[in-house]
């Protein structure tokens, strides 16, 4: 089931915020993401915020979700205010593709007349690749959207199996061959790797089909056994076996061999892409601290060091909207020393890396130690960023503590 919110301070009703979130905004990038809270099935690893028809019943909708999400994108506008066009939309879930292009290209058409969209805008839509053809990507292009991004997770059947996937291991190929030919700028494909039984021959053909199948961006990212998924309790019965962190670190070498073979190259630990362009500027706005508004049941928003988050069952968040309140269900308001917490520990997972003058004196001396260890880039730290080498990629986290004032 989905995880549990954070507590925090209440929100105002109208959902206005406080001075220090206003400050230095035309600054800040604004972007939004957009949160469909359905899909057809659960899969046993998931704890993401979504439902299946048979847990929402009668009390919620796909075109209650909608008028809800319409009803926040003008609740958006009068809280941020106008002047300031809106760089990146980002379409996640939950399935996307499920409800369809028309849904889909009425919120991007909202968010445009509300904010305007700069005239580079980044507009992305996840989408299963059971529930995408050809008519959805047509009426995807015609309303605005310019990234695709598709979850293959593996092309083995086993694999797939054990994650609960229901489609089949060809059919995210085939999809990113017709979103290419649609006219997509740039088409994502998201690996899993380290699932339980999975095998580095497996892993490595999966590697080989994502990195030929067109794609100008890949993501892999390590499967982590969330506590109250039902994998969790298969883990827990002795049904699967959790992988052991020596074998996700060499799942991750392979990833990195194996992009850089193909000409994707790492710009997060997780992320590797063909070039500058097709890096996903809306993961880049939050990894750098850029402001967003999360929009939909359980969306969780950033707007100048004020973090809020939004309740989770649909019918809550739709019910709150059609009264004409917010639909936050509390937010925390960080101070300086938190804020730079977060600046570390996202900035230093970038290849750009972290500029040293965010750490304080104890900071930068565990940066010169972390040379020596070969976890950070020695010319890098010469010039003023902490870099990560591909050693320090499999310790990042542990390494961001370290830098903590």
């Known amino acids: 089931m989905p995880s549990t919110l954070p507590e925090g301070e209440p929100v105002p009703p109208d959902g206005s915020l406080p001075d220090q979130a206003y400050a230095g905004a035309g600054g800040r990038t604004l972007s939004f993401y957009l949160h469909v809270p359905f899909c057809a099935t659960r899969c046993g690893y998931c704890d993401f915020n979504t439902y299946t028809a048979g847990e929402l019943g009668s009390s919620s909708s796909p075109q209650s979700w909608y008028t809800a999400a319409l009803a926040e994108i003008e609740l958006a506008a009068k809280v941020l205010g106008p002047d300031r066009p809106v760089s990146t939309v980002f379409v996640g879930g939950g399935t996307p593709s499920l409800v369809g292009a028309d849904m889909l290209g009425g919120l991007l058409a909202a968010v445009r007349e509300r904010f305007g969209l700069t005239s580079d805008v980044e507009v992305t839509t996840e989408a299963n690749p059971e529930s995408t053809d050809p008519g959805l990507l047509d009426g995807l292009l015609a309303a605005g959207y310019t990234r695709l991004s598709l979850g293959m997770q593996s092309t083995a059947p086993g694999v797939l199996a054990v994650l609960d996937r229901k489609h089949t291991p060809g059919r995210a190929l085939q999809v990113v061959a017709q979103a290419r030919s649609a006219g997509f700028r740039h088409v994502n494909l998201d690996l899993i790797y380290g699932a339980p039984g999975e095998t580095d021959t497996q892993f490595a053909e999966s590697l ?7 794609a100008d961006h890949v993501s892999a990212y390590s499967l982590i056994v969330e506590p109250g998924t039902r994998m969790a309790r298969q883990v827990r019965s002795g049904q699967y076996a959790e992988t052991t962190d020596e074998v996700l670190a060499d799942r991750y070498l392979m990833a990195e061999k194996a992009m850089t073979a193909a000409g994707l190259h790492w710009y997060e630990v997780s992320n590797w892409a063909a070039d500058d362009p097709a890096r996903c500027r809306h993961n880049l706005a939050y990894w750098r601290g850029g402001d967003w508004w999360g929009i939909g049941p359980g969306a969780h928003s950033h707007v ?26 509390s937010r925390e308001v960080l101070d300086d020393a938190a804020r730079r917490t977060e600046d570390i520990l996202l900035r ?7 500029p040293l003058d965010v750490l304080d004196d104890a900071g930068r001396a565990e940066a010169a130690t972390a040379v020596t260890e070969g976890l950070l880039e020695p010319d890098a730290l010469a010039a003023g960023r902490a870099v990560l080498t591909l050693r320090g990629r499999l310790l990042a986290d542990g390494l961001a503590v370290r830098l903590m004032p």
């Open 348 to 354: 230093l997972r970038l290849a750009e890396g972290l």
């Open 208 to 214: 080989a089909a994502a990195t030929g199948s067109g």
């Open 304 to 329: 100048g060091g004020v973090r809020w988050w939004n309740v989770k069952h649909p019918h809550a968040y739709a019910t709150a909207l059609a009264a004409g309140r917010s639909p936050a269900h």
